[in-house]
Every structure is written in structure tokens, then in C-alpha cells.
């Protein structure tokens, strides 16, 4: 039966499930030992496959982990985009984002992946510069949510939004990297309140409502009005 | 700067200067030309991609010099966070003085502390250090003394801060620390890892808005300045 099943695979959908897998075990192998300690051999066999199976899908290492992160960012924004609902009260709102946010906290092996992807951007050029459109669509992401939060608030915000979201995703990137390196001065739901505090503490400087004259633009950043 | 260089001899200065060096001397020589190479190599390659030998070759020695020092590279590495970490301590020691006008101690710490940012390698080494922690328990128990001693080192700054500011916190100190701790890390990471998108104006200006919002959540605003 199952010999019926894979034959129905055409060869396309064959060549896309090798890798499918090679994306998953390579997420898993690269949390657990780090990007530089997981070799392209131990990747295909942790998958499942012959080295020649990996070649004939990504052409270096790095491609895979990019697609990795690729992927890994596909699935984090969908979770968010459901949030943003009109229909529902703002309040349910902020709840459904808080609870998605939180949820990332038991993500373990996506965060140490775009930890591993930070360190290598940082010493590689080639690296950083595929990655910075992944980190640039991110930024973006998370300013369109504060845009949508401040549309329903009815404020403006006082700081540019380009400058805001990456405010919040270094914060949290922080927050995770102190919890997942020290797990018992912050165990995990002690960094999510922390991330928590710090995140309504500057929304609520931030988005005044009523109050747009007297939170002037500060900051050496250009206004940004709107997401791009 | 006078001041760290003999906070890690452990010998009287005016012997030091007179005397030819001893074998205790020029060992400790050996250690810290050995942690220097270590350093520099780790935050440039990674700690995976740094073996023993390149350690050893970099500093001109053999590889029986490095383990005559230092039982492992884990071990070495762990010298080279601690005495960062020493350095770090002595640069702030003194600052937080009562009599100087509170100005006079922020525009101090806004000084130590952008000098510590330029140090590029010393943040890659520590992000290093965290990244280990997160995979290996042994690691995690030795770097959670240095991440302890720097957490504390942040109240205590904090809580000056707000006493000479004549203001209560808005949280719990230790929340507070652990959180500015955080988002300095994150933004420090996000500079180094995405230079164009986030250059070191725009890093400042998130900083200071954020650490402000946290440390005034909810009262007026700006009326401590952390000097981050």
C-alpha cells in the first residue's frame, strides 16, 4: 500500500518532500549543535538520505539554512496575520498577539537558528546580505501590526515604525538568547513577562490616543509615517 | 589604561617592574597572550571553527604551552568572558559616586558605555558564550556566575540612577536589569548582524526610547536618564 502511495508521487512532489525533510533535520541538527558543528554529511543522514540526495536539492550548506530561515519566517508571520482581525475587539487582539508571542518562547529550535543566522551575517557579507531581505520583510511584518494596533487605538505614533519593530524583535531576540543561555535566572515564562513589561511600556508612550501633539517625534531616526 | 591591566596580575607592581620575570610571570604572560588570540579568533570564526592549534598558532605558542594553561578550549573561552567581565567591572567601578552632580555620572556611563560597544569582539565572544550556555549544561553553570554578578552590577546602576533622580522604579529592580540587559544584547545583535538596516544612530535612538519607557513606565517621562 504505502509502495502505491510513493508512486503516486510525481517526481516533482518526490523532489520537494526530500527537501522538505532535509529543511526540518537541518532546523534540528543546527539548534542542537550549532550551525558550524553540523555538517552537510550529518544533515543528509539525520534526514535520511545520501549526500547526493542533498546536493542534487541545495547547492551549499548555507542554502539550506537560509531556506530554513525562510521557511521558519513564512510560518511565524501566519500566525501573527491571524491576530489582526477587525471583527474583533482590540483588546482580543492585543490577547491573540500576546499568546502568539508567547507561544514563540517554546519555539526553541527556530530562535537558535536566527541566532546561528545573526552570527554568521555578522562575519559573513555574502551571508548577510541574502539574510537582511529576510530581516528587512521581518521588520516590516511587525511594523504593519504596530500600524494596525495604532489604527485601532487611534494614534499616531510618536516614534518612526521602522525603528519601533526593530526595537521589539531585538528586544525579544535578547530577551530569548538571556532565557535559552540562562534558564535559571530566567526560566521562560519569568523572559516572556519581562518581554511582556517592555513591550506595553513602550506602546504605551508610544501610542497616545488623544495625545498626538504631546508626544513629539524624538529620536535622530527620520519619521516614518507608514510601512513601506 | 593602567588600571585592568594590573587588575589581573596578581603580583605586587613595583616587583613586577624591577624583577626579570619569573616562571610565574612569564606563564601568566603565556595565559594572557593565549586569551587574547582566543578571543580575537572566536569572535571572528566562531567558537566551533576555532581549534586548539589556531588558538596556540595564533599567539605564538605550541600546543603544549595552551594546555600547560588551560585544560580545554571551553575552558580558556570561559577565562576570556571572565576577564572581559573584570575589565568591564573596573571601567565602572568608582562611577556611581555620590558627591560628582548627577549629569557628570550619566555623561561617565554614557561615555564607558559606548566605549564598551566599540568593542566588537568582546560582544561576539559573549554572544558566543550564551549560544554555548543554551547547548551545554556545563557551560550554562560556569557562565550563569558571570551572568548573575552582571545582572546584579545592572540594579545596582539602576537603583542609583533612580535614587539620585529622586524617583521610584516602575518595576522590580531585578525585572528591570534582566530586561535592559536583554535589549542591549538584542540590539547589539542586530547592529552587528544588519549594519545597514539598523546603523548606530538609529540603535541609540532605540535604545534610549525604550530604556526610558521602561524605566518611566506609567509616570513622567525622561525624568532619568540612564545614559544608555
Known amino acids: 500500500m504505502a509502495a502505491t502511495k510513493r508512486k503516486r508521487l510525481t517526481r516533482e512532489e518526490g523532489r520537494e518532500l526530500t527537501a522538505q525533510r532535509l529543511v526540518e533535520a537541518a532546523q534540528r541538527l543546527i539548534a542542537r ?29 548555507n542554502d ?35 499568546e502568539t508571542n508567547a507561544g514563540l518562547f517554546d519555539e526553541r529550535d527556530s530562535f537558535m537558528a536566527w541566532t546561528e543566522a545573526r552570527m554568521l551575517s555578522a562575519r559573513d557579507p555574502k551571508f548577510r546580505a541574502r539574510v537582511a531581505g529576510l530581516i528587512a520583510e521581518r ?35 535578547g530577551v530569548r538568547l538571556f532565557g535559552a543561555s540562562c534558564p535559571n535566572e530566567m526560566p521562560a515564562e519569568v523572559a516572556y513577562s519581562i518581554l511582556d513589561l517592555f513591550v506595553d511600556a513602550v506602546l504605551q508612550q508610544v501610542l497616545q490616543p488623544g495625545r498626538r501633539e504631546a508626544a513629539a517625534p524624538r529620536g535622530s531616526v527620520k519619521s516614518a509615517g507608514a510601512t513601506r | 589604561m593602567v588600571v ?68 580545554s578550549k571551553e575552558d580558556l573561552f570561559f577565562d576570556v568572558l571572565r576577564r572581559n567581565q573584570e575589565r568591564t567591572n573596573a571601567r565602572f567601578a568608582g562611577v556611581l559616586d555620590q558627591a560628582s552632580p548627577l549629569e557628570q555620572v550619566q555623561a561617565r556611563i554614557r561615555e564607558l558605555y559606548a566605549a564598551l560597544c566599540s ?3 568582546s560582544f561576539m565572544a559573549w554572544t558566543e558564550g550564551r549560544m554555548l550556555s543554551a547547548r551545554d549544561p556545563n557551560f550554562r553553570e560556569r557562565l550563569a556566575a558571570l551572568v548573575a554578578q552582571r545582572r546584579d552590577f545592572a540594579v545596582q546602576l539602576i537603583e542609583y540612577l533612580y535614587r539620585r533622580g529622586g524617583h521610584s522604579p516602575s518595576l522590580p529592580l531585578e525585572t528591570l536589569a534582566m530586561g535592559l540587559i536583554s535589549l542591549i544584547e538584542g540590539v547589539r545583535l542586530f547592529v552587528a548582524s544588519c549594519p545597514d538596516q539598523m546603523p548606530r544612530e538609529v540603535a541609540e535612538s532605540i535604545l ?11 509616570g513622567p517621562r525622561a525624568v532619568v536618564q540612564p545614559g544608555f
Do not use: C, H, W
Open chain 2, 119 to 121: 568593542d566588537g569582539d
Open chain 1, 33 to 61: 549543535r550549532g550551525l558550524e558543528a553540523s555538517s552537510v554529511e550529518d544533515i543528509a543522514e539525520e534526514a535520511g538520505y545520501s549526500r547526493g540526495a542533498f546536493y542534487s536539492n541545495f547547492k551549499t550548506k
Open chain 2, 4 to 71: 585592568f591591566k594590573y587588575a589581573f596580575v596578581p603580583y605586587k607592581v613595583d616587583r613586577m617592574a624591577r624583577k626579570r620575570l619569573s616562571r610565574a610571570d612569564s606563564r601568566e604572560r603565556t595565559a594572557q597572550r593565549l586569551l587574547d588570540a582566543g578571543e580575537r579568533l572566536i569572535a571572528r570564526r566562531g567558537l566551533d571553527a576555532t581549534s586548539v592549534e589556531d588558538i596556540a598558532a595564533a599567539a605564538g605558542y605550541s600546543r603544549g604551552a595552551f594546555y600547560s594553561n588551560f585544560k
Open chain 2, 208 to 218: 534610549r526610547d525604550f530604556v526610558d519607557s521602561a524605566m518611566t513606565q506609567g
Open chain 1, 139 to 173: 521588520r516590516d511584518f511587525v511594523a504593519t501590526i504596530i500600524q494596525y494596533l495604532a489604527r485601532r487605538v487611534g494614534a499616531t505614533p510618536s516614534f518612526p515604525l521602522d525603528a519601533l519593530a526593530m526595537g521589539f524583535i531585538s528586544l525579544s531576540e
Open chain 1, 64 to 98: 539550506l539554512f537560509f531556506e530554513v530561515l525562510r521557511q521558519d519566517q513564512e510560518r511565524n508571520n501566519a500566525k501573527f496575520a491571524v491576530a489582526l482581525d477587525d471583527a474583533l475587539p482590540l483588546e482580543q487582539i492585543r490577547a491573540r498577539i500576546k
